[in-house]
């Protein structure tokens, strides 16, 4: 599968700069309300009895990272896109499983940077500076594919129009 999509860096700092990226980024502090409160209470409540401190983070990243991307998709899905619906022509579930696939890249990348800072800093701290580097990929990411007009197919992909 081939495909040709062109960006130009002066769209993607539109993107980036723009209302939206505005709206995502409010969306994107509450979804760090939820990921954090639900690290802190996990970490500190739910696997206190986990005694591996590497298995414990594991643990309490992930629930904390679910509620939060399930949060994020709705909020984004309702407010930061709601221009887009006529877009959607998919339900709920495999229109939050195409999103989920969007931020898979980011919520690696966040796992992988808060393991490599939580040995250095407060795990808090590591895991909010993972949440803000990634960010920015995962915006760009849904705002072409989830909640844009690129459709994938088997024989091509089409652009996105332009906004």
């Given at each position: 599968m081939k495909l040709n999509i062109r960006i130009s860096i002066g769209s993607l700092l539109r993107r980036i700069f723009s209302r939206r990226f505005l709206k995502f980024g409010t969306v994107g502090v509450s979804g760090m309300v939820v990921n954090?409160?639900?690290?802190?209470v996990a970490q500190e409540h739910i696997f206190n009895a986990v005694q591996q401190t590497?298995?414990?983070l594991n643990l309490s990243l992930a629930l904390a990272i679910f509620f939060a991307t399930l949060n994020n998709?709705?909020?984004n899905?309702?407010?930061t896109w709601a221009d887009r619906k006529q877009h959607h022509h998919k339900?709920?579930?495999a229109q939050f499983g195409q999103y989920t696939l969007a931020c898979w890249l980011?919520?690696?990348?966040?796992a992988i940077f808060t393991n490599l800072l939580a040995p250095?800093?407060?795990y808090l701290i590591a895991n909010m500076a993972a949440i803000a580097v990634t960010s920015v990929l995962n915006f760009v990411l849904n705002d072409i594919w989830t909640f844009g007009r690129l459709k994938l197919s088997a024989g091509?992909?089409?652009k996105p129009a332009k906004e």
């Open positions: 954090m409160g639900l690290l802190y590497e298995i414990k998709f709705i909020w899905r309702m407010w339900p709920f579930i980011s919520i690696v990348l966040q250095h800093i407060y091509h992909a089409s």
